[in-house]
């Protein structure tokens, strides 16, 4: 079945570190890729996504490619801030959706930022 | 402002008595679903609504209920709550649900006693 697997948290960095959060797919042929952003307290936003192979997603200053070959779409960004402490989610419709076309999704990463 | 609006943004409420969760979109978007997420559990989905008057169960439909009689509206209603309905509700809207990406409401974080 189709499925999402996001590396464990928490992940703890200093400011301008550089990020990466990896994100695995399992999903017959090519499903749509997202990331999603928690903030603490907050609802869930779209970060960035990908619907086809080698697209690069790209948001304030994050960056994911979509790799069919490795079924992967890992999260990085060069220099993190304090503001980027949050919960990122990755997430994916599958081609073959139907009529629910929900969001498969991983189990989130925490991220940390300290100054 | 383009948005999904979910109210109450927190309820406390006891076993047994009914209450609604709205939700409303300003996009015009057909698709809309409601999901729970649950620590270690993730986000899973409730219910779904292709457009109106067509709804669907989700993942975990048990002790819900939905409607969607007017394109931006798709409330859910729990008839009866039990204390594992304690949980963080979202409210999504998409407008065909495959690669535009999903809006989601700010959440109701539902606690029964």
């Known amino acids: 079945g189709n499925s999402v697997t996001q590396m464990e948290g928490p992940v703890t960095l200093s400011e301008e570190a550089f990020l990466t959060i990896n994100c695995t797919y399992t999903?017959?042929?090519?499903?749509?890729l997202f990331w999603y952003v928690q903030y603490p307290g907050e609802g869930l936003q779209l970060l960035l996504k990908?619907?086809?192979a080698d697209d690069k997603g790209s948001n304030k200053g994050f960056e994911a490619t979509y790799r069919k070959e490795t079924t992967s779409f890992h999260l990085e960004k060069g220099s993190v801030q304090v503001s980027d402490s949050a919960v990122y989610f990755c997430?994916?419709?599958?081609?073959?959706?139907?009529?629910?076309?929900?969001?498969?999704w991983g189990l989130g990463t925490s991220l940390a930022v300290n100054p | 402002e383009a948005q999904v609006t979910q109210n109450p943004r927190y309820l406390i409420t006891v076993t047994g008595k009914k209450l609604t969760v709205t939700c409303s979109q300003n996009m015009n978007h057909e698709y809309m679903s409601w999901y729970r997420q649950d620590p270690g559990l993730g986000l899973r989905q409730i219910y779904y609504?292709?457009?109106?008057?067509?709804?669907d169960k989700g993942d975990v439909p048990e002790g819900y209920k939905v409607s969607r009689k007017e394109k931006r509206n798709f409330p859910l209603i729990l008839e009866s709550p039990s204390p594992n309905q304690t949980s963080l509700y979202f409210c999504?809207?998409?407008?065909?649900?495959?690669?535009?990406?999903?809006?989601f409401g700010s959440g109701t974080r539902l606690t029964v006693v």
């Open positions: 609504s292709m457009n109106v008057e067509v709804t």
């Open positions: 997430a994916l419709i599958p081609p073959n959706a139907g009529n629910n076309r929900k969001l498969i």
């Open positions: 999903a017959t042929g090519y499903p749509s």
């Open positions: 990908a619907t086809k």
């Open positions: 999504a809207s998409s407008l065909n649900g495959r690669g535009y990406g999903y809006t």
